[in-house]
């Protein structure tokens, strides 16, 4: 069985700076793209940002300049580094990966809450 275990949500202030961890577990060949998403209260889930096996990187428009997503592939871990965080960041943000087990699969995590207070 294939699981992501998230870490690194939190309560933080307007400005400040979070780090999101993502670790792929289970029998895992290889992890394609993995990603981050995010949902807030009443609105639909979004894609914040994704990252190719081979380190090609996205992001949301409005994330730009103030996340940076990068992974570990030995350790099949994204991680999303989230600095200026501000009130409208708030939301639950989940893990996402496209892992290579005894078949293809789409993986989700658990969501950690994310809180920037104003």
């Known amino acids: 069985q294939v699981q992501l275990v998230e870490s690194g949500g939190g309560l933080v202030q307007a400005g400040g700076s979070l780090r999101l961890s993502c670790a792929a577990s289970g029998s895992i060949v290889r992890a394609n793209a993995m990603g981050w998403y995010r949902q807030a209260p009443g609105k639909q889930r979004e894609l914040v940002a994704s990252?190719?096996?081979?380190?090609?990187?996205s992001y949301a428009d409005s994330v730009k300049g103030r996340f940076t997503i990068s992974r570990d592939n030995a350790k099949n871990t994204v991680y999303l580094q989230m600095n200026s965080l501000k009130p409208e960041d708030t939301a639950v943000y989940y893990c996402?990966?496209?892992?290579?087990?005894?078949?293809?699969?789409?993986?989700w995590g658990q969501g950690t809450l994310v809180t920037v207070s104003s």
């Open positions: 996402n990966a496209d892992v290579i087990a005894d078949r293809l699969l789409e993986v």
């Open positions: 990252i190719t096996s081979g380190g090609t990187r």
